[in-house]
């Protein structure tokens, strides 16, 4: 039973912990953290066009890479060690969304948590990647509070009554 976890600064503790309750201890568990390209592309880009290109050593897009990339082995080292169990660790680039669905495209669970409002129940309690993943997802989703559920008092009032 394949299963991956999603490991997001933040929230990752709360998915770790639901594959410790949840998932068999016989399951291969992959544990995915995906560092967004986009800001590191952003400042290879400024650097290139505003900066020149005289001095490929001096570009801020590839320390940034490097910086993203050590606190990616951090977390998921981190994630690891709480998980306890022999796991896989993996490390995506890309656009965040489309990398966590790739990932669980043989998996049998995928594992996230809410990344929106967590005040309130609801679909707001989902940002616009977890929506996406939620969405596109190719295997069935587990979806955890990063912290204890709101109350149902959190619940929008029902519409007025049109009679």
Do not use: K, Y
């Not at 596109?136 to 959190?154: I, K, M, N, Q, R």
């Amino acid at each position: 039973m394949p299963v991956v976890v999603w490991i997001v600064e933040g929230t990752w503790p709360a998915c770790v912990d639901a594959a410790l309750t949840q998932v068999p201890g016989d399951a291969d568990i992959v544990l995915l953290h995906v560092t967004p390209a986009d800001v590191p592309g952003a400042a290879h880009g400024a650097f290139a066009g505003l900066l020149g290109r005289g001095h490929p050593e001096r570009d801020p897009g590839t320390r940034m890479e490097h910086l993203a990339a050590t606190s990616a082995r951090q977390l998921l080292q981190a994630a690891a060690d709480r998980l306890g169990r022999p796991c896989t660790l993996t490390e995506r680039t890309g656009r965040v969304e489309h990398e966590v669905v790739t990932a669980a495209q043989h998996a049998d669970l995928l594992i996230l948590a809410r990344d929106g409002d967590h005040t309130h129940l609801g679909p707001h309690s989902l940002g616009r990647a977890g929506r996406f993943v939620v969405d596109h997802a190719p295997c069935p989703v587990l979806l955890v509070w990063p912290e204890p559920a709101p109350g149902l008092t959190s619940l929008p009032s029902p519409p007025p009554d049109p009679h």
